[in-house]
C-alpha cells in the first residue's frame, strides 16, 4: 500500500517511523510547519510537502493525524487527493462519519497509546482500534495494524469515545497521581526513585486481578483515622486536600457497591 | 537473628515468608486469630501463639505489623516479652516514637508495598525505609532489610508519613484511576485487556521522565472540547465527572507552574 501522512506531531511520527520499518511504502509526508514535514520525511527519505494541493494523487491511503480542532478544515482539502483512495484519522474521540460528506471510503485507526517526543514507542505494546465505512475496508486496515502489533480490536466510534475518556483516566490521570506523589517526595528530600518498584507493582497487579481486587489502602480498608491526618497533611494545598478526599470517597463507593 | 513476629495479616504474612526464605529464623508467630497465627506458622514450620503472655522471651527481635490502630493496645503487652531486644513495627504513617515508654531499644522497618494475599511479591523489588533509636539498632536493620531487597533507605518518621502519603496516590489512587477505567470499559462491552499496555507504559514512562514531564492528555494540552465532550458522557455519573474535573484542573495547574 502506498500511504501518504498527513500530521507529523507525535502520533504522526512514531506511527510513520513504525510503519516505515514494517515495510509500508510511505509515499509523502504532508505537514503545515515546514520544519516538522521536513524532519519526519528525511527521518524516513520520502518527500514533504505543506501544501495540501500537492498531496500526492497516487497515494492507497491517506492517514490523517493532526489535532481533534484541525480536523474539521483539513478533511476538505485532504480528501481531493485522490477520490478512490481509503481515509482515516487516528483520534478516539472523533467519530468515523466526519469523514461521510467528503470521501467515499473512509475509517479509523486508533493506536491508544501515550506517545511523548523524548520518547520511542513500542508498537508491538500498542493496542489498536479499527474502524471502517465498508468491510472490505476494515479488513485491510485490521491487517495493517497487525504487522505493528498483535493488539488489534474493531470498536464503533460510540466505543472508541470510550476508549479514550478510560484512557484518560488509566493513563493521564494515573500520572498525574503519580506526578502529585513525586511533588510530595520532592519537598520532603524523599528521592522519587523509591516510589518505582510500588508504581510497577501497582501495574503489573492489574495484569492478573481486577483493578477493584487490587485496591489497597486507607480508603479501601475505610481507616478513617489515616485518612484524617493525611487530609490535615494536605491543609496547606486544598486543592490536593480536596482531590484526597473525593478519590477516596470514590473508592469507598466502588468497594460497597461489590457484589 | 532470632525474630518473633507480631502479626498474620498481608504484610507479616509476606515479610515473614520473605525473612524465613532469607535464611533469618523465626522463632515464633503472634496472632490474636488463632488460625491466621497457625496458618503462617505453618508454612514455616515454626510455633505460634495467641496470647502476648506467651510470646517467646528469646528473642533478638520483635517485628510488630498489625494494623495501625490495634498498635497503641498491643505495643505495651509485647514490650514485656523481653526488655533488652530490639522492637520495631512496619507501620507507615506511625511515628517511631510510639514505642518510647515501653521499650529501650526502637525502630521502624517500613516495606513500602502493596500486598494482597492472592498475589506473591518479589521482595528485591520493595522498598524499604528504616529508622531506629539508636545507631547501632538502625545498622542492624538496615543490614537485615538488605537481605530482602537492595532498595533500602533510611527515613524519619516526619518523612515517612510523607512516604505514605505519597504511596497512596501513586499506588492506591493509581489503581482507582485503573479501576474507573475498567468500569467504563466492560459498561461498554470493551475488554480492560486492551488498556494493559498503555498501563504499563505509563508506569515505565516515569523510570525515564519526571511524571509531569510524562504528562499527555487532553487536560495537559488544555484541549477544552475534548474536555467538555468527555464531562457530558460523564453526566450519569456525577461523582465521575467531578472527579474528572478537579484532577484536569490540577493537571493544568501543574503544567502551568512548571518552569
Redesign the interface.
Known amino acids: 500500500m502506498n500511504i501518504v501522512m498527513i500530521g507529523a506531531g507525535n502520533v504522526a511520527t512514531h506511527l510513520t517511523q513504525a510503519l516505515h520499518q514494517a515495510g509500508e511504502h510511505i509515499l509523502q509526508v504532508y505537514s503545515r510547519t515546514e520544519q516538522s514535514a521536513a524532519a519526519l520525511a528525511q527521518a524516513i527519505g520520502c518527500p514533504y510537502t505543506c501544501c495540501t494541493e500537492e498531496l500526492d494523487p497516487r497515494g492507497d491511503l491517506y492517514i490523517v493525524s493532526v489535532?481533534?480542532?484541525a480536523l474539521p478544515h483539513l478533511l476538505p482539502e485532504v480528501a481531493q487527493a485522490n477520490p478512490e483512495a481509503l481515509f482515516v484519522h487516528t483520534a478516539g474521540?472523533v467519530p468515523m462519519n466526519i469523514w461521510e460528506t467528503h470521501v467515499r471510503r473512509y475509517g479509523v485507526i486508533y493506536p491508544?497509546?501515550?506517545?511523548?517526543k523524548?520518547?520511542d514507542?513500542d508498537f508491538r505494546?500498542?493496542?489498536f482500534?479499527i474502524e471502517a465505512s465498508a468491510q472490505a475496508d476494515e479488513v485491510q486496515l485490521m491487517q495493517l495494524a497487525r504487522r505493528l502489533s498483535p493488539?488489534v480490536?474493531r470498536?464503533t466510534s460510540?466505543?472508541r469515545?470510550?476508549?479514550?475518556?478510560?484512557?484518560?483516566?488509566?493513563?493521564?490521570?494515573?500520572?498525574?497521581?503519580?506526578?502529585?506523589?513525586?511533588?510530595?517526595?520532592t519537598?520532603?528530600?524523599?528521592?522519587?526513585d523509591?516510589?518505582?518498584?510500588?508504581?510497577?507493582?501497582?501495574?503489573r497487579?492489574?495484569?492478573?486481578?481486577?483493578?477493584?481486587?487490587?485496591?489497597?489502602?486507607?480508603?479501601?480498608r475505610n481507616?478513617v483515622?489515616?485518612m484524617a491526618?493525611?487530609l490535615q497533611?494536605?491543609e496547606d494545598t486544598p486543592?490536593?486536600q480536596?482531590?484526597?478526599k473525593?478519590?477516596s470517597?470514590?473508592?469507598h463507593?466502588?468497594n460497597t457497591e461489590l457484589p
Not at 519537598?187 to 522519587?192: A, I, Q, S
Not at 497487579?205 to 479501601?220: F, I, N
Open positions: 489535532k481533534d480542532d474521540s491508544m497509546q501515550t506517545f511523548s523524548q520518547r514507542i505494546e500498542v493496542s482500534f493488539k480490536y470498536a460510540e466505543q469515545k470510550y476508549l479514550h475518556i478510560a484512557a484518560v483516566f488509566a493513563c493521564n490521570f494515573a500520572n498525574h497521581m503519580y506526578a502529585i506523589s513525586s511533588r510530595l517526595l519537598e520532603h528530600g524523599l528521592p522519587f523509591a516510589m518505582l518498584p510500588l508504581i510497577d507493582e501497582t501495574a497487579k492489574v495484569h492478573r486481578l481486577p483493578p477493584s481486587e487490587a485496591q489497597t489502602g486507607p480508603a479501601q481507616d483515622s489515616i491526618s493525611h497533611m494536605l486543592q490536593l480536596e482531590l484526597y473525593k478519590i470517597k470514590n473508592i463507593q466502588y
